[in-house]
């Protein structure tokens, strides 16, 4: 046992040590807000953003907090995003809470708790997914589609 805590002050030292890098290395960069276009939307009183055109506008949805769905929507090898993206949320078949049109590349919404379907379809290709959201950390999605379709 006196071997463990001798172990433990040497570790716990360290990892206070590098905590200010850590810190540093989780620091944002500031954000051209002249470049950035989003803004906070509702329908359906479901409250979203969708957007994420350029580095700015990006860093900036993901920067904002409140929003318990995010989906990203990307295209080939090298995942780049995409804007053009026909999303539908339903609550269960047939009861839609929220439909956008050439949304993306990065939409974020504040759903009631509950289970959703979340279909994204891009050129006629359909992807689904489910997302159980409550109050605990927010659900990630992430909707791929190849070159060719």
């Known amino acids: 046992m006196k071997r463990f805590h001798s172990l433990m002050l040497p570790l716990a030292t360290v990892g206070v040590l590098m905590f200010p890098a ?21 329908q359906n009183g479901i409250a979203y953003l969708s957007g994420g055109i350029g580095e700015d506008e990006s860093r900036a949805i993901q920067q904002t907090t409140g929003y318990n769905l995010h989906m990203t929507f990307s295209v080939g090898p090298q995942n780049e995003y995409i804007p053009d993206v026909n999303l539908v949320i339903q609550k269960a078949p047939g009861q839609t809470v929220l439909a956008l049109s050439e949304a993306g590349p990065l939409v974020y919404a504040q759903l009631p708790p509950g289970k959703y379907t979340v279909v994204a379809t891009r050129n006629g290709v359909e992807r689904r997914d489910t997302a159980d959201v409550g109050a605990g950390a927010a659900r990630n999605l992430v909707f791929h589609w190849n070159d060719a379709e």
Do not use: H, K
């Not at 290395?25 to 002249?34: G, Q, R």
């Open 22 to 42: 850590l810190l540093q290395a989780t620091t944002l960069e500031p954000i051209n807000s002249s470049g950035v276009q989003v803004q906070r939307q509702e």
